[in-house]
């Protein structure tokens, strides 16, 4: 997930990205954490939110292509 955190600080959100970002927060599964405050991402609504369920932070997991780490809610 290299590449999806580059992606998460240099590159201005999509309109993907904020689809994406709004159904993880509205999510069960999306889990506040301390230590991911620290981690400035473009989109605010989900700082510090990291999935319960996979344990991705979701600042680099929306930004993501890989079938493996694409999260089914957002088909």
Known sequence: MIKEWIKAFKEEPTKEDKRRAAICKACPFA??????????????????????????????????????HVCKKWL
């Not at 954490?33 to 997991?61: H, R, T, V, W």
Request: a positive charge; aromatic letters at 8%; glycine letters at 6%.
């Open 31 to 68: 889990i506040h954490s301390e230590y991911m405050e620290f981690i400035n991402g473009k989109i605010k609504d989900i700082k510090g939110l990291y999935c319960n369920q996979c344990k991705c932070p979701l600042i680099a997991k929306i930004k993501t292509t890989n079938p493996k």
